[in-house]
């Protein structure tokens, strides 16, 4: 499985952005799809996750502003993200877990077997 993630840019604190991110290879709708983000001299964070069931789970910080959704017949996933902050200024990277057969804790960056490349955010104050 190859992920492509797009949509990231500059924006301005309040603003929205829309990231984006394909998937190749067959059964995207069984696997978990999440994005994290990693701030300069930071340590990668979760930031959101939609398992196959449609279940949603995010951070406390993003809660309310940020939604994640999928679109299995185009083998592809979303960020959308409003009233972005200068905070949450960071390279945002698209992952996807292959399904274990056994509950998996989509918080923690171990659970995910694919990733794509990061695409920046910068909100400006």
């Known amino acids: 499985v190859q992920l492509q993630a797009s949509g990231g840019g500059l924006v301005q604190a309040g603003g929205s952005l829309r990231l984006s991110c394909s998937a190749s290879?067959?059964?995207?709708?069984?696997?978990?799809v999440g994005w994290f983000r990693q701030a300069p001299g930071k340590l990668r964070e979760f930031v959101a996750t939609?398992?196959?069931?449609?279940?949603?789970d995010y951070v406390d910080s993003v809660k309310g502003r940020f939604t994640i959704s999928r679109d299995n017949a185009k083998n592809t996933f979303y960020l959308q993200m409003n009233s972005l902050k200068p905070e949450d200024t960071a390279a945002y990277y698209c992952?996807?877990?292959?399904?274990?057969?056994?509950?998996?804790?989509?918080?923690?960056?171990?659970?995910?077997?694919?990733w794509g490349q990061g695409t920046l955010v910068t909100v400006s104050s």
């Open positions: 290879g067959r059964s995207f709708s069984m696997y978990g």
């Open positions: 939609i398992r196959r069931s449609g279940l949603t």
């Open positions: 992952t996807c877990a292959a399904p274990r057969g056994f509950y998996s804790d989509y918080r923690k960056s171990s659970e995910y077997d694919y």
